[in-house]
């Protein structure tokens, strides 16, 4: 088994994927907090028959509320013997990654607001500190993240399978503590970054056009700690970009695989199809025929049309799909059946009572 959910978690992401004969579960991030009520059932109705761990693996990839939320409703919810291992980089490690030395325990803090995800991640830490849960213990020193030279950190799966770190840097989480205390001393809210919000009107000649502006990359320093990885099985591969800048994946990719266009079975597209983080640069490098937009539209209008225009323009072996898991004012105009029919993809979206999207690999 090789099973990707892609869950309705607003302009958010969660994945909770499988692999192998028992099979294997890791929880990608949980959305937001409005969207825990619909998220929560669904887990429970697929996790059932209960075991021990319930999940695997759950990767917090990093504190933007959007993936965070649902998360903090979640792990309230659960055991020790829920949760086999958590990845999740908050405060200490992000110092770590900086050269101090490693921290004690926090004291708790005050209860996390919805819309502060720096107070959301020091809550997050109390909460898998007081449950005593196995916190990054699949790297030697704590910290998830990526050296600047040698391998890559390789964890691996049952039956044969493992899963690759590509990020963050190192050194970018490092250089992102100082941000963190900063508005953690202030305990203000976080400005949102404004976005393309408008609706994209198409054509087909107009898709190359779109597919050449606003190509700068994003430079938001959460976004540039997100936990990034290829999860393998069975001679598949699952690219999980989360919300990761264009370059530090370029770079992990051409580690991983090396310079030339490298090709995946299934792509998690960066930052919910933000023009921002899937420049050509990124875009250009990649290759697959199945890729998965996750987000409802709200706040910065994903996916925005420059990035959806290099996917499609972008080549694929056989049949190309992009699955949305809303539809939306920003991803209808993607389902034209002249430009799909022009750049060869098809565009699926969610029935209006479906739970999840989900996509076997295998």
């Known amino acids: 088994m090789f099973r990707i959910h892609m869950l309705p978690a607003a302009d958010g992401d969660c994945f909770l994927v499988e692999t192998g004969s028992a099979p294997h579960r890791i929880l990608i991030d949980g959305g937001r907090k409005a969207t825990a009520g619909a998220i929560l059932p ?3 109705s697929v996790l059932s028959p209960r075991r021990a761990p319930l999940i695997d693996l759950m990767v917090l990839t990093h504190i ?5 939320g649902g998360l903090l409703e979640l792990v309230p919810q659960m055991t020790k013997a829920d949760i086999g291992e958590i990845w999740f980089n908050g405060l200490r490690h992000a110092r770590i990654a900086r050269g101090d030395p490693p921290p004690p325990i926090p004291a708790p803090v ?25 916190w990054n213990a699949s790297f030697a020193d704590t910290v998830v993240a990526v050296a ?23 050194a970018k989480l490092g250089a992102f503590a100082d941000e963190w205390e900063f508005w953690y001393r202030k305990l203000s809210a976080v400005p949102v970054l404004g ?23 994003d430079t938001a320093a959460p976004n540039g700690t997100s936990i990034t990885f290829v999860i393998e099985h069975g001679q598949k591969l699952a690219l999980f970009c989360a919300d990761a800048h264009p370059g530090d994946l370029t770079n992990a ?15 998690k597209v960066t ?56 539809t939306s004012d920003f991803n209808r105009p993607w389902a034209d059946q002249t430009i799909q029919e022009a750049f060869h993809y ?7 009572e479906q739970a999840a999207t989900v996509v076997d690999l295998i």
């Open 64 to 68: 933007d509320s959007d993936h965070i």
């Open 195 to 217: 976005g393309l919000n408008k609706a994209p009107i198409l054509t087909v000649g107009q898709v190359p056009v779109m597919a050449a502006t606003c190509d700068e990359a």
């Open 148 to 170: 600047a030279e040698g391998a890559l950190p390789v964890v691996p799966l049952p039956d044969g399978g493992k899963v690759t770190l590509l990020g963050p840097p190192r």
């Open 253 to 267: 990719l051409t580690r991983f695989g090396g310079p030339q266009r490298q090709s995946f079975d299934a792509i």
């Open 271 to 326: 930052h919910h199809g933000s023009a921002a983080n899937n420049t050509s640069m990124l875009v250009n490098l990649l290759e697959s025929p199945l890729w998965l937009v996750s987000t409802n539209g709200a706040g910065h209008g994903h996916p925005n049309a420059p990035a959806m225009a290099r996917i499609v323009l972008s080549p694929a072996l056989g049949e190309r799909r992009i699955l949305f898991n809303y």
């Open 346 to 352: 098809k565009a699926e979206f969610p029935a209006v």
């Open 110 to 134: 005050r209860k996390a607001l919805p819309v502060l995800s720096f107070q959301q991640a020091n809550e997050f830490d109390r909460v898998v500190s007081t449950c005593g849960w196995r």
């Open 42 to 44: 669904y887990l429970k």
